[in-house]
């Protein structure tokens, strides 16, 4: 099932997607959750017009927006199909995956306006590419294609742009569906070990690995795994 939202206010200008496998509440099917929206990036012409502490207000939800997407269960994928400045791009470094266009320009671009990242980009960037290499994206607040994006480890993958202008999109529904045949408890534990685990040393990740693992052991779908593979056909999962 694919469900496509729109992303209004505050952005307007990530032509970016987000695609989620979603597990519905109390339910057994994956579903997928597509956030469309037109060029994203915060309105700096509406932000010019706020208040020291409404441009306060303002930035604190949207951090809170970033943090609740980078929160969601099930994985995310981003689609940048045009351009992704500043919040744009901060938006997609919240999600898990994250799919561009190879014509697709992004960047946190926010010291070239005299501010600096704001919803969490300069924290999810250096986890992403590095300190070093965040640091110089940041300080420059250089703009990168999608190719270039790519050849970095910035975005999973980078496809030609067609005609319609949806390339990236189309390609992060695709990977949606080569998630959305797993096991769904298992990715979605598998997530948060990653997560959880990324944010504390290797020994602590390790302990937090294991207990996804026994929260997984009891599952029917781990089960169902065993048994297919034992006869020889795909597994058809349940998501308990």
């Known amino acids: 099932m694919l469900r496509v939202l729109c992303l209004l206010r505050p952005w307007r200008p990530l032509r970016a997607r987000c695609c989620a496998s979603d597990s519905a509440a109390g339910g057994s099917?994956?579903?997928?959750?597509?956030?469309?929206?037109?060029?994203?990036?915060?309105?700096?012409?509406?932000?010019?017009?706020m208040s020291e502490a409404e441009v306060g207000v303002f930035v604190q939800r949207l951090r809170g927006l970033m943090?609740?997407?980078?929160?969601?269960?099930?994985?995310?994928?981003?689609?940048m199909d045009g351009f992704a400045l500043g919040g744009g791009l901060e938006l997609a470094l919240a999600c898990d995956l994250r799919?561009?266009?190879?014509?697709?320009?992004?960047?946190?671009i926010e010291t070239t306006r005299g501010l600096l990242p704001g919803a969490g980009g300069t924290q999810r960037l250096p986890r992403c590419l590095g300190v070093a290499l965040a640091k110089e994206l940041i300080f420059t607040g250089r703009r990168l294609s999608g190719t270039e994006a790519h050849a970095?480890?910035?975005v999973n993958h980078a496809v030609a742009q067609n005609e319609e202008g949806d390339a990236a999109y189309h390609r992060a529904r695709a990977l949606a569906q080569e998630i959305l045949p797993q096991a769904p408890i298992a990715v979605r534990l598998g997530k948060?070990?990653?997560?959880?685990?990324?944010e504390v040393d290797i020994a602590s990740g390790m302990a937090i690995e294991g207990m996804c693992y026994a929260q997984n052991i009891p599952t029917r779908d781990r089960l169902e795994g065993m048994a297919a593979f034992r006869e020889k056909r795909p597994p058809t999962f349940v998501g308990e």
């Open 29 to 49: 099917e994956i579903q997928v959750r597509a956030l469309a929206g037109p060029d994203q990036g915060a309105d700096l012409k509406e932000r010019e017009q």
């Open 192 to 198: 948060v070990a990653i997560d959880r685990g990324m």
């Open 152 to 154: 970095l480890g910035l």
């Open 99 to 108: 799919v561009a266009a190879s014509s697709a320009i992004m960047g946190l």
């Open 67 to 79: 943090n609740d997407i980078a929160a969601f269960p099930a994985p995310t994928i981003a689609a």
